[in-house]
C-alpha cells in the first residue's frame, strides 16, 4: 500500500464530491429519509478540537445511514447572531457582520479540510435575512395570537461588556470574559 499522504489525497476527493454533488439531498423525497444535525455553530473564529470531535459522530452517522440506503440530510449552519460578536467587532474596530461572515468563510474552510459529508447547498446562517425573516414572522404571528408579550427582569449583568450573562458565564460574581463585578440589573 502506498503511503497516505492527507494533503494529496483528501483534495482530490473532496474536488469529485463537490463536482459530482454526492452529498447534495434531494428534499422533495418522499421515501426513506433521515435528518442529522450536529448543531448550528456558534462562528467564534476558529475549529476546536470539540468541534471536531463532535461533528465526526455525525459524519459519521450521516455516511452510515447513506450506506443503508437512506436519502440522508445532514446540513452544516451557523447560528450567527450574538452579543458576543458585537463585542469582538467593537474590540477590533469592525463591524459586526465582516468579523462574523469572515469567521463563518474561515470555519467552512476548516470543515472542509476535514472532508466531512454536509450537504454545502443548504449551508444556514442564521443572521442573513433570508432566514431571519422567517423567524420574525413566526415571531409576530405569535404576537397577533397574544402568545408573546414584553416584560421586565433582572439579569446578569456586566457593566464593561454592556451585556447580559448567562448564569454559567458568571464566575464567583464576575464577568467570565472580563472579570468585572456583576450586578443585577431589570433588562427588557
Ligand atoms: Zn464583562
Not at 450573562?165 to 470574559?177: I, P, Q, S
Request: glycine fraction near 6%.
Amino acid at each position: 500500500m502506498k503511503k497516505y499522504i492527507p494533503s494529496q489525497i483528501e483534495p482530490k476527493w473532496q474536488k469529485k464530491w463537490e463536482e459530482d454533488k454526492l452529498y447534495e439531498t434531494d428534499l422533495a423525497s418522499k421515501k426513506n429519509n433521515y435528518y442529522v444535525l450536529v448543531e448550528l455553530l456558534y462562528p467564534s473564529g476558529d475549529l476546536h478540537i470539540g468541534h471536531w470531535y463532535t461533528f465526526n459522530y455525525g459524519d459519521i452517522l450521516a455516511r452510515f445511514k447513506r450506506l443503508q440506503g437512506y436519502n440522508t440530510f445532514f446540513p452544516n449552519g451557523y447560528d450567527a447572531f450574538g452579543l458576543p460578536a458585537e463585542n469582538a467587532a467593537i474590540q477590533r474596530g469592525i463591524h459586526p457582520q465582516d468579523w462574523t461572515l469572515a469567521n463563518i468563510e474561515q470555519m467552512s474552510k476548516q470543515f472542509k479540510t476535514g472532508g466531512f459529508s454536509f450537504d454545502w447547498s443548504s449551508l444556514t446562517i442564521t443572521c442573513l435575512p433570508e432566514y431571519y425573516k422567517w423567524n420574525q414572522w413566526i415571531f409576530l404571528k405569535m404576537y397577533e395570537r397574544g402568545l408573546v408579550y414584553r416584560g421586565k427582569t433582572l439579569s446578569n449583568w456586566c457593566p464593561s461588556c454592556q451585556t447580559v450573562l448567562a448564569n454559567e458565564n458568571v464566575e464567583a460574581g464576575k464577568c467570565w470574559r472580563c472579570g468585572t463585578e456583576i450586578v443585577q440589573k431589570e433588562v427588557k
